[in-house]
């Protein structure tokens, strides 16, 4: 009966608007396939393996993840010789902003990639485009197009002080920062991904476990160790490898 009624999205059933809720009549109403009873407990049998199977899988990611924080960590950090910058010192740091949902024509038929801070969840790629505007949806408003291998940093909500890394150009809202290099011969984009995400802790004392908006004088503000390109190369090598494990 659990794997059965995992299968019927139960919060999709309220069909009265409002808050989705359920009742006795319409849980009353569901309707579940009853096979001979072998053959359920044989589902049962195939269905539990897996859910332990993946509790397994849950737990070595979390392994793999705390190895490669103390991997990052070890390989951020350096002695005095390393000189720290501040991000406005060495990056462009940007923000975006939302066009206007009144005028359909910026979203209608949209082709421009258009991301939300819920995009940062701390991995080097971005999993989905929050929406798509058009030529005009950007001309007419102050959002701004980022260069592929920008680095995005959620200034607000859950997410705050959380990254991602662009995949693609991509236009962004007001609630992310999107951080590029301005000299790439100096400071590698990847490796100011890696190294944004050393900066979590600054957030989070913002915030102080209440809702909080960071705004871009402060990221410009937070400072990174800068050591010689080839040294940032070897580190995202080493990085890189972790994150396509994990």
């Known amino acids: 009966m659990y794997y059965c009624l995992a299968t019927k999205h139960l919060e999709d059933l309220n069909t009265a608007g409002g808050v989705p ?19 359920q407990q044989e589902i049962v049998r195939i269905l539990d393996n897996f859910t332990e199977l993946e509790a397994e899988l849950e737990a070595e990611l979390e392994a793999r993840k705390k190895q490669y924080e103390y991997y990052r960590n070890e390989l951020l950090k350096f002695d005095d010789s390393i000189p720290m910058f501040a991000l406005g010192e060495v990056c462009s740091v940007q923000s975006g902003s939302t066009p206007s949902k009144k005028k359909t024509e910026y979203w209608e038929n949209g082709t421009i990639k258009w991301l939300g801070s819920t995009v ?7 999993n989905e485009v929050t929406n798509y505007i058009s030529e005009l949806g950007l001309k007419n408003s102050s959002t701004k197009l980022m260069k592929k291998e920008t680095t995005l940093i959620a200034l607000v909500g859950a997410t705050i002080g959380k990254i991602a890394f662009l995949p693609f150009e991509a236009t962004i809202n007001q609630n ?19 190294a944004c995400g050393m900066l979590y802790a600054d957030f989070v004392r913002l915030s102080q476990g209440k809702l909080a908006m960071a705004n871009l004088s402060f ?7 800068v050591p010689p390109l080839a040294k940032q190369e070897r580190i995202v090598a080493i990085l890189d490898r972790f994150d396509a494990l994990v």
Do not use: W
């Not at 940062?120 to 971005?126: F, G």
């Open 219 to 225: 990221v410009r503000r937070l400072k990174i160790p």
């Open 21 to 39: 809720s359920l009742t006795k009549t319409i849980l009353e109403k569901v309707s579940i396939p009853v096979p001979p009873l072998p053959v």
């Open 120 to 126: 940062c969840q701390n991995q080097k790629t971005v």
């Open 176 to 194: 992310i920062a999107g951080i590029y290099p301005i000299d790439t011969t100096k400071l590698n984009p990847s490796y100011v991904f890696y």
